[in-house]
């Protein structure tokens, strides 16, 4: 029998539609950015969307091909987000670089993805200058600056001026429309073991991914809503908040680099920000100087905190000292980012606000379109009985099938079905909320029996004098292996080995409790924040447990 086909229009999800339809249908709903400059700057969709264009023609000119990668070193700014449109909807491919890195790294990078285009923002220019010569690729080097600011006798052959490229261009260009899994943009992870890998976004899967992340049980924004993405561009394209911004027509505030608990917290309240997005380390800076100043939000109300885990002790002072609802969330490169988020269920709405609040700690439940399943060594499911912890695998449009131009699969079978292992070990409970205790690399193995170094982290965290910790696997005769718990005290704050332990009586089973803590002024960090487990275990790799 012949099937009978839908009748719909065949329209390809296309990035460029997002900022046609801001420019359309939110023409006056503003774009305002902290420059690198340190002055604001302030346009509106429709103004990006038609610099957008002329960057597109301005690409073109330059001699980029479909398929052509624009990389970036570059903070959230307006210039930036012009640059996502301008080169995906091009049929360019957008590809993100973190400045973080090592140069090598970034030499590296830029190498392996081949940019044909490089634009930086101009704090960038020393950097560019060293790495210039060691990127063979790049035909153009285009500073994010306009004529006045342009750099003096620079050593990078034949610097291009942004706004010189966007002013010669008339803008008389019409978006094409092409196949929706074209390449839209690549970021690399971050690579702590071995180079780092690309994962290569399609038009499609990002256009997925921005519907499931507006969803009201997704990131749940609208048009009313301002949101300031804290969450760099470079670090899986600012969690899709570019993209969502104007999908739902809100308002979108860039930070630029300024970064620091101040400049947000003026930034913030000056333009009315409701939404935010960023990992635990940035809402520390923040906290602090709201706590510090007696400060509150009079419009912040939400925010997303993911990238690593959130402490408890974070989610709580947030929403209790602040009145700022945290939606903790988790997901990775590979995913584009998003997977899941906690928000509850109408079930839940019985339960007292304690009960309700152990529900939202977790990572979540996940967004229509990814599926996960937790599995053993063997590759057999485990049960969603919220005790068994297991390897986290997940499916779906806009997680990765594989690594640009690596031949091998990453993918496992689970059921006959392909799944991408997250590297993250978890627990799922019977309401399929997810729940991560440990990247596998980084749990704690004692006498063959797990324990989470997050559980502990979130502990340690509770305590007053606490300002960030981090709990490693170190080197035990008889266990194998035993936690050290490594803390950063508050400034002023007094805190001694055994009050530390001591705080973890009655808060966990007592084998779990650490053998150690060691004090320190900072814990490392990688270049999207997270605490550098890796490089905290080679800190302490000659570090003596107490053996009673
Ligand atoms: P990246 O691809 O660099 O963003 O790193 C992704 C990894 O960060 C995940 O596989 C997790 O190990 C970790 N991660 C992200 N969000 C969370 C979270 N909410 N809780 C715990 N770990 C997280």
Known sequence: MAR???QMMQMPLMISSLLVHAARHHGD??????????DIHRYTYQDAELRARKLAQAFARLGCEPGDRVATLAWNGYRHFEIYYGASGSELVCHTINPRLFPEQIAWIANDAADKVLCFDLNFLPLVEKL?????????????????????????????CYEDLVDGEDGVYRWPEFDENTASSICYTSG????????????????????????????GVGAKDVILPVVPMFHVNAWGTPYAAPMIGAKLVFPGPHLDGKSLYELMEAEKVTFSAGVPTVWLGLINFAQ????????????VIGGSACPPAMMRTL???????????????????????????????SLDAEAQRRILEKQGKVIFGVDMEII?????????????????VV???WVIQSYYQRPESPLVKVNGRDWFPTGDVAAIDADAYMQITDRSKDVIKSGGEWISSIDLENIAMGHPAVLEAAAIACRHPKWDERPLLVVVKKPGADLTREQMLGYFEGRIAKWQIPDDVAFVSEIPHTATGKIQKLKLRELFKDHRLPTN
């Open 4 to 6: 009978l086909m839908g």
């Open 29 to 38: 709903t503003e774009i305002v950015s902290k420059r690198v400059e340190g």
């Open 132 to 160: 210039a010569p060691q990127l063979s690729s790049v035909k153009h080097f285009v500073a994010m600056v306009g004529r006045s600011h342009m750099p003096a006798g620079s050593s990078i052959p034949g610097l291009l």
């Open 192 to 219: 702590t073991t071995g180079n780092p890998k690309g994962a290569v976004y399609s038009h499609r899967s990002t256009l997925l991914h921005t519907y499931g992340l507006a969803l009201p049980d997704g990131m």
């Open 292 to 303: 510090a100043g007696k400060l509150k939000f009079s419009t912040l109300r939400r925010t």
């Open 319 to 349: 929403e209790d000292e602040f009145d700022v609802e945290v939606i903790h969330a988790w997901g990775m490169t590979e995913m584009s980012p998003l997977g899941t988020l906690s928000k509850l269920k109408a079930k839940h709405a």
């Open 376 to 392: 053993d060594d063997d590759g057999a499911s485990l049960p969603w009985d919220g005790k068994a912890s297991g390897n986290l």
């Open 395 to 397: 499916r779906g449009p």
